[in-house]
């Protein structure tokens, strides 16, 4: 063999080892970078977990509703046809819980289950949206069972939200927003339309929301938080570094 087709040889094996190297490499820095849409924060409310036996309460009225830590996970439901309740399942009739809550001013708050319900979950149904939900170490599935919702406000610490809705249908909400903090995140299983986006996600929290697009936007990011909307990530990597997403209607 000639020593030129040695040497063409060995530049092309090493040429094919480069271009394998470096798709590894971009493979790698890609999976490193870019999170999934569901994380392993995020717990879904069972739907086949019920009983014969089952408490309900109805609510009064409010305009803030506040969920501290109370279970592991709840389904709050926006309905126009349904009624102010909050309901909860029991493996039997003796272990049914007895919900305690309160009203301060315009504000709900669900202070505690005297027992855990069936699945550790509950269901709140409300015929339409308070003007804010603030959550404390909790998982809420929000779901929305009608054509859209005006508003959305969610403030979450340590908290994950998840939006849904029914048959996995495409849902709209013409304004949302959204406060996180201290690990908090909030997901989009199925796909939403919103009009205007607004909020801040901050002390190591996720504002995932991959399956939704947003009109407008204006989104603070810091501390180390993450934000994912309209095909677009951005990395707050450095505690120190703030990041301000705008987006304006065409």
């Known amino acids: 063999m000639k020593l ?4 063409l ?3 092309c094996a090493l040429f094919i080892i480069y271009v394998f190297g470096v798709a590894a490499e971009i493979r790698y820095r890609g999976e490193e970078r870019i ?6 924060r995020v717990a879904n409310y069972s739907e ?21 830590k109370v279970s592991g996970v709840a389904k709050i439901k926006f309905d126009p046809k349904a009624q102010n309740q909050f309901l909860v399942y029991a493996e039997r009739q003796e272990k049914l ?17 005297d027992k855990e319900g069936l ?9 339409e949206t308070p003007q804010q939900i603030i959550a404390d170490s ?22 994950t939200f998840q ?28 796909m939403v339309l919103i009009d205007h986006l607004e909020g801040k996600a901050w002390n190591n929290s996720q504002m995932l929301l991959g399956n939704a697009k947003a009109e407008s936007a204006q989104v603070e990011i810091y501390g180390q938080s993450q934000v994912m909307i309209n095909d677009k990530f951005f990395d707050s990597a450095d505690a120190s570094e703030k990041i301000i997403y705008q987006k304006s209607k065409q």
Request: a negative charge; one cysteine or more.
């Open 4 to 7: 030129s087709n040695i040497i």
């Open 9 to 11: 040889g060995s530049f």
């Open 35 to 40: 999170p999934s849409y569901l994380d392993n």
């Open 48 to 68: 086949d977990c019920k009983s014969d036996y089952r408490i309900i309460h109805d609510l009064p009225a409010f305009k803030i509703l506040k969920i501290n």
């Open 97 to 113: 819980p007895e919900m305690e809550y309160h009203v301060s001013g315009d504000t709900l708050f669900i202070d505690k289950l």
């Open 119 to 127: 699945c550790d979950q509950f269901t709140i149904e409300l015929t």
């Open 138 to 159: 909790m998982k809420i599935n929000l779901i929305n069972s009608s054509a859209g919702l005006k508003r959305l406000n969610l403030k979450g610490s340590n908290t």
């Open 163 to 190: 939006l849904l809705t029914v048959n996995n249908s495409i849902g709209s909400i013409d304004s949302l927003t959204v406060n996180l903090n201290n690990n908090s995140s909030i997901h989009s299983q199925s």
